[in-house]
């Protein structure tokens, strides 16, 4: 009698459940925005979650510990003069936080250790330089302090000591381990691999895939994340009310599913908790944080095994809060994957520690790849490609100027009904 071989895995038992009530938090107003983003971001200190706002864009940033019903007049970040369309928690300091917004700017925020006790309005820095909304926001996951945004407008932009470079319309970014590389997915339907220190696409056409699954018919957005540490992929659809994870091996069919944890209410987005924010002593290998309406329930993924004691398998040593470089470092072309830190012990967040910018606008000097008309090599170039030129440049300053003036007027408006107690 022949007998049916089950794979070993030690996550073929994962299993998700959602926190008890008063472990969720209540009354929260989630965007109603039409935007492909989680609307959601979470790190072993806050949660920040995307919110409805009058007058502007705003998001919702609650210290973890703050669970429950959310007061109505809770501050909110209120900086944007647009609705947000992204956040990303810096993965190298807790307390920083970027932003995006259809007012065309992106900035990045300093939140206080204790819960807000006022609307935050004053960004450490605004970056500008995209002249329609900006989409996407993601930090760079081993060097310090450099932020790259994409927006509608087909222009990527990696901010620190500024690049600026376009692709085709992004609809998603993700960095590769060491940030030497990012992907896209586009409009186009096109995948990319793309250099951005060289500024050129490094793969576009890619072969038959080695696996190829079909979940379902729904045409709601998947909303994927990957743990590098469990070689596991989660995927949450928008509209949907499941979750499903999947095992990665190097060996064929190398995807392999593991289990669903379904819900009766469908997801509005998804945060991630880093893995250095999991619960070690309750084998607990992820923790997903999803939005509905009016609420965030947090979903625990566990390993069930009968010993308290530290799991060594599980917890292999992942990456922590420290840069593994310098910007300088990153732009002149090194590359270092992430510095790992032990779970042994469970994490303990640091305390909040300033951000200093050389100057409230990193974008106030262009980028050599985007230099003024006056210094491009006119005698090699086309009339007809110099008055594209010009004319793109013109209509891009007097987006920004536009842009500026708008947001004034908006934070103008928006400081007069706070002060009359209005808003």
């Not at 039409?34 to 007058?55: M, R, Y």
């Not at 990696?158 to 896209?184: A, E, M, P």
């Not at 743990?227 to 992929?233: E, G």
């Not at 499903?244 to 064929?252: A, Q, S």
Request: with cysteine; aromatic share 8%.
């Amino acid at each position: 009698m022949s007998r049916s071989i089950v794979r070993q895995s030690k996550f073929r038992h994962v299993f998700g459940q959602a926190v008890k009530a008063e472990q969720g938090y209540d009354d929260i107003r989630v965007s109603k925005v039409t935007w492909d983003s989680s609307f959601c971001a979470v790190n072993p200190k806050f949660l920040a979650v995307i919110v409805e706002s009058s007058g502007g864009g705003a998001f919702l940033v609650l210290p973890l510990s703050k669970s429950g019903r959310v007061d109505k007049n809770y501050p909110l970040v209120i900086g944007h003069s647009g609705p947000v369309l992204d956040i990303d928690w810096c993965p190298h300091d807790d307390n920083i936080l970027a932003s995006c917004s259809e007012d065309c700017t992106a900035m990045v925020w300093q939140i206080p250790d204790h819960a807000l006790t006022r609307p935050l309005s004053d960004p450490v820095v605004v970056l500008e330089g995209h002249s329609k909304r900006v989409g996407i926001v993601t930090w760079h996951p081993t060097a310090r302090n450099i932020l790259l945004t994409a927006g509608t407008n087909t222009h990527t932009n990696t901010h620190t000591q500024v690049s600026y470079w376009k692709l085709i319309s992004d609809v998603n970014i993700s960095w590769n381990r060491n940030g030497s590389l990012f992907c896209t997915t586009c409009k186009d339907r096109r995948l990319r691999v793309c250099d951005p220190r060289k500024r050129e696409v490094v793969a576009t056409n890619f072969e038959e895939p080695i696996a190829l699954l079909e979940l379902d018919t729904s045409n709601g957005v998947l909303l994927p994340y990957y743990d590098a540490d469990a070689n596991m992929v989660y995927l949450s659809g928008k509209g949907d009310s499941s979750i499903r994870y999947f095992e990665i091996t190097e060996e064929p069919p190398y995807v392999h599913y593991l289990s669903t944890f379904s819900s009766k209410e469908p997801q509005r987005g998804m945060g991630f908790m880093p893995k250095r924010g999991v619960d070690v002593s309750k084998c607990e290998i992820a923790r997903l944080y999803k939005l509905l309406d009016k609420k965030c329930e947090p979903i625990t993924m566990t390993v069930p095994r009968k010993s308290d004691l530290f799991q060594d398998d599980l917890y292999p040593d992942t990456a922590g809060p420290e840069p593994a470089m310098e910007p300088e470092e990153w732009l002149d072309g090194r590359d270092e994957d992430p510095i790992l830190v032990s779970m042994r012990d469970g994490y303990v967040p640091p305390k909040s520690r300033e951000l200093k910018v050389a100057r409230k606008n990193v974008l106030d000097s262009r980028p050599t790849t985007r230099r003024s008309m006056s210094t491009l090599e006119t005698n090699s170039l086309p009339v007809s490609s110099l008055l594209e030129r010009l004319l793109e440049e013109i209509q891009n300053l007097k987006a920004t100027v536009l842009s500026q003036e708008k947001r004034i007027c908006d934070l103008e408006n928006k400081l007069s009904q706070y002060t009359n107690g209005t808003a």
